[in-house]
């Protein structure tokens, strides 16, 4: 049963850093390229940032890129994005995907003073 559970969301200023965790379960995690979306009230969901298996080869967004830091551990089936200088238009559910088939359950992320 493949399972993805996110965690590390959360409120924080301005400026400010989260570092999101995506654990999972059920599937060979170190084979597969995996993804960081988010989806903001009334708005489409997006991608953000998107990494090889190996972590060698990673792709973001524009809107995130020099902020966002996707990595990942292979001996531990976890997926991480790394959030500094986050903006209010950050502000989203913000959920980790394998192949765009299985998701987690999603995060909030509220970026506000």
């Known amino acids: 049963q493949v399972q993805l559970v996110e965690s590390g969301g959360g409120l924080v200023q301005p400026g400010g850093s989260l570092r999101l965790s995506c654990a999972t379960s059920g599937f060979s995690f170190s084979s597969y390229y995996m993804s960081w979306y988010r989806q903001a009230p009334g708005k489409e969901r997006e991608l953000v940032a998107r990494s090889s298996n190996t972590g060698s080869v990673t792709t973001y967004a524009d809107s995130v890129k020099g902020r966002f830091t996707i990595s990942r551990d292979n001996t531990k089936n976890t997926l991480y994005l790394q959030m500094n200088n986050l903006k209010a238009e950050d502000t989203a559910v913000y959920y980790c995907?394998?192949?765009?088939?299985?998701w987690g359950q999603g995060t909030q992320v509220t970026v506000s003073s």
């Open positions: 995907s394998w192949n765009g088939m299985y």
